[in-house]
């Protein structure tokens, strides 16, 4: 089916080296009793797809409290985060308990008491064609900002189609930016990182820091009950090497949106830096997470 007649490039992608940098630092900002109501409500029986799955960090911090019988297809345009995912995977596994199996070049199985998980992994622009049925649960994560209005409406219509009860969509960017100590360039840069978010990711014109806004009420008039729950970064020097790149990337984005503001935000990069190096910054990066159920 196609979700975004408008928008026939790929998809972008993420480095695994970044994926790794921020994987830790997610694990601690999802919310646990949201994560807790999504894994409550799978059921013995649950088939599972996850969008822009990228190194599997997700479902490295689900596995451990996932119970029951378990199909989950992992969706991705980047085939060579596949690899990264899959070698991740079969470590974590074997360290946490969790027997792998390779069953296949892109086929994983996990097995424990009370639990058998077959994980398949699959290139796919989701951008163009959503996944064949059935499914009844979709996750995501690091997703929801990434897509457009557009996109989320021909999604929903899918998944209203496709019988689709939840979705578990976690750590989108809310739009919530706060710098310790304060600068007086912070809110232009910030205005111009967000405008710079909201360009084309493949999806059309990207939600950026509306998408909660956006998401929410269009699930609603479908039909889901939508729970919501903060899932914010927080970042510092207990986190320099995530840090540091997120500062890079933010300030990139904003002199792409706004190429006027580039001396003053080098010289704003170079002050955050030493910031940083001193123990004297804070940033808090707003996220939410989104349990959405029919």
């Not at 100590?181 to 014109?205: I, S, V, W």
Request: with cysteine; hydrophobic share 50%.
């Amino acid at each position: 089916m196609n979700a975004a007649k408008t928008t026939p490039r790929q998809p972008e992608s993420f480095r695994a080296d970044w994926l790794a940098l921020r994987e830790p630092v997610d694990a601690l900002a999802r919310d646990p009793a949201l994560a807790q109501a999504f894994l409550s409500g799978l059921g013995a029986r649950a088939l599972v797809a996850e969008f822009g799955a990228g190194t599997a960090s997700l479902l490295r911090y689900l596995l451990p409290q996932l119970r029951g019988n378990i199909d989950w297809l992992a969706l991705d345009a980047d085939p060579q985060l596949w690899i990264s995912a899959r070698d991740q995977l079969a470590a974590f596994g074997r360290r946490s308990g969790i027997t792998p199996a390779l069953l296949s070049p892109t086929s994983l199985s996990f097995t424990r008491a009370e639990l058998n998980l077959n994980l398949h992994w699959q290139q796919q622009n989701l951008a163009l064609v959503l996944p064949s049925p059935p499914f009844n649960v979709i996750v995501a994560s690091a997703w929801t900002d990434l897509v457009s209005a557009d996109w989320i409406m021909h999604f929903v219509r899918w998944a209203q189609q496709t019988k689709v009860n939840t979705l578990y969509w976690t750590l989108a960017v809310d739009g919530q930016l706060a710098f310790t100590p304060t600068d007086p360039l912070d809110a232009a840069l910030t205005q111009a990182f967000h405008a710079d978010m909201r360009r084309d990711k493949g999806f059309g014109l990207a939600l950026g820091p509306d998408s909660q806004t956006v998401v929410r009420p269009i699930l609603e008039l479908a039909g889901y009950t939508v729970h919501t729950a903060t899932s914010d970064w927080r970042l510092s020097a207990a986190c320099p090497a995530l840090t540091k790149q997120w500062l890079i990337g933010f300030v990139a984005a904003a002199v792409a949106a706004r190429p006027e503001l580039a001396d003053a935000a080098n010289l704003w990069l170079a002050q955050r830096r030493n910031q940083l190096i001193s123990d004297e910054l804070t940033i808090i990066v707003g996220h939410y997470d989104m349990l959405a159920q029919r």
